[in-house]
Structures are given as C-alpha cells and as structure tokens.
C-alpha cells in the first residue's frame, strides 16, 4: 500500500522540489538534504545547475564540502520533470516591489506554471516570496488551473516570511 504524505512525512521519506536555487533556496536545499530528505532542487539558470553538478558554489555561505556531504540527497536540475509528483513544492522566487509599491510577480507566476502541472493529490506548495493576500488567492488559483486539482482539498498551499 502506498504510504499518504502524512505517514511519509513522519518517517522522513517526503520528498521535496525547491523552486528557486538562490540565497533561500539553495540553503534551504542543502539542509532539507542534509536531513536526509531526498530534494531536487530546481533553477531557470543554467549556469547555476552547471555549478552545482560540479559541485561549485556560488554563494559565500555555502561551501563545497556542503555541497559534496549533500550530493546523494540533493539533485539540481533546470528540468521540471524531474520534480513531478513529490510530495512539498517550495517556491523560493523574487517578487521584488517596484517603485510604485506593486510586487512584480513575472517569477512566481511562472513558478506556479512550472510547480501546477507537477501536483498530485496531497502535494503542499510552500511560498517562502512575501505576497499580499490578492496575490496568494491569484497563485491558488494558478495552481489550481494548472494541475486541475481543488485548492485547500486536493493540494493545500502554505505561506512563510
Ligand atoms: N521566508 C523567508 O525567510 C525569506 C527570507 C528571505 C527571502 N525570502 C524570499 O525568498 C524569495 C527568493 O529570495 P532570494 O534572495 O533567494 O532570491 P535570489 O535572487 O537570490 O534567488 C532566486 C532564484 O530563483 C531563480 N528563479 C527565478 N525564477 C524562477 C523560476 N520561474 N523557476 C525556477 N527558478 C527561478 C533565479 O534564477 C534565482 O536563482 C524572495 O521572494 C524573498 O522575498 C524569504
């Protein structure tokens, strides 16, 4: 019988997609892994999943040895299929605020284009990007439309800032 997410959660065999490899994703990667989560972490820029596969950091607060002692638990890729059907999505994007106080949501958007058609019953997409509610509710809804699954009963989506 397959296991649901809650039993896996407790037994630690969740497995997880961080979308955003960048000052919060990557070092929430490493330490998901490092917890012996098995995490693919997921960037739309290919010289930092080149970087990684080598083992190459590119931020100071990351060191190789970190990189290596995580390397059978983490996987980078910039191929979106590799994150189909896990169990948590975190989303790790920019949503950077213009000079006119609206958040530019280009890179959330087509996070949850790229995380929508990945879920599967029960998955939990975290956004770690500090939205204001309208903006949460539109990215539900992305998500919804994405995966054709119900929001809050086939998927549940969580904040965190
Ligand atoms: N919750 C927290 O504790 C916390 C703390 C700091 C920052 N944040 C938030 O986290 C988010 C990311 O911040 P950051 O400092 O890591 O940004 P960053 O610019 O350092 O990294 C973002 C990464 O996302 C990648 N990216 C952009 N669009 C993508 C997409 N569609 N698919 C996959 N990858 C994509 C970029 O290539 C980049 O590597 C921001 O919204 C920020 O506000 C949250």
Excluded at 16 to 44: K, M, N, Q, Y
Excluded at 52 to 72: C, H, I, N
Excluded at 91 to 112: K, T
Aim: some cysteine.
């Amino acid at each position: 019988m397959t296991a649901t997410f809650s039993e896996r959660a407790r037994t630690e065999m969740a497995t997880v997609g961080v979308v955003g490899l960048g000052d919060t994703g990557l070092p929430l990667a490493l330490s998901l892994a490092d917890a012996g989560r098995l995490t693919t972490g997921l960037d739309t820029d290919p010289a930092k999943i080149a970087a990684l596969r080598l083992g190459e950091s590119y931020l100071p607060g990351v060191s190789t040895d970190a990189l290596v002692a995580t390397a059978e638990w983490f996987e980078p890729t910039s191929d979106p299929r590799r994150l189909a059907g896990l169990d948590v999505y975190v989303i790790c994007v920019p949503a950077p605020v213009g000079d006119d106080g609206l958040a530019d949501l280009r890179h959330v958007e087509s996070a949850a284009d790229t995380v929508g058609p990945l879920l599967r019953h029960g998955s939990v997409v975290e956004l770690r990007c500090a939205l204001a509610a309208d903006a949460v509710a539109a990215l539900s809804a992305r998500l919804a439309a994405g995966s054709g699954l119900r929001p809050g009963v086939d998927f549940h989506l969580t904040t965190a800032w």
